[in-house]
């Protein structure tokens, strides 16, 4: 099975949305990847949305998520309804292995969540271009 999350548009996504902040940051680089996470935090307030919860994962980032703690409470608090969908500084932080990445789209598509980065821009439906928004 193979398949890839949807990154959503910032314009997309509507102020006042309520998003889950995940991060998987290496735990060898320590607190010096943690401006990641302080960065994605500032683009969710100047994007007028709300993080509800910051789940951080201390792991290695091409390690399989299947056995990170702070990744199922992300994906748990979007399946209780307590928030829209998840942001990540990265899309790579919420999978790279294949089977994660099917996991991903399986999940998504399930629930109707949406993912966004500070560097999701769609300019076509069904192409998804990474590069950082004008905003």
Avoid at 17 to 35: F, I
Avoid at 38 to 50: F, L, N
Avoid at 54 to 79: I, K, Q
Wanted: some cysteine; proline content about 6%.
């Amino acid at each position: 099975m193979s398949g890839s999350a949807r990154q959503t548009a910032p314009h997309e996504v509507p102020p006042g949305t309520r998003l889950v902040l995940y991060a998987c940051l290496p735990a060898s680089l320590g607190e010096a990847a943690d401006h990641s996470v302080a960065s994605a935090r500032r683009y969710v307030a100047d994007a007028g949305w709300e993080a509800i919860e910051t789940y951080v994962d201390r792991a290695a980032p091409f390690e399989s998520r299947a056995l990170c703690e702070g990744w199922h409470n992300a994906l748990a608090t979007v399946e209780q309804g307590k928030a829209a969908g998840i942001v990540t500084p990265l899309l790579v932080m919420l999978g790279h292995l294949e089977e994660d990445k099917s996991n991903l789209a399986a999940w998504q598509a399930r629930t109707g969540a949406l993912i966004t980065t500070p560097w999701a821009v769609v300019d076509a439906p069904g192409a998804t271009v990474a590069r950082r928004s004008a905003t």
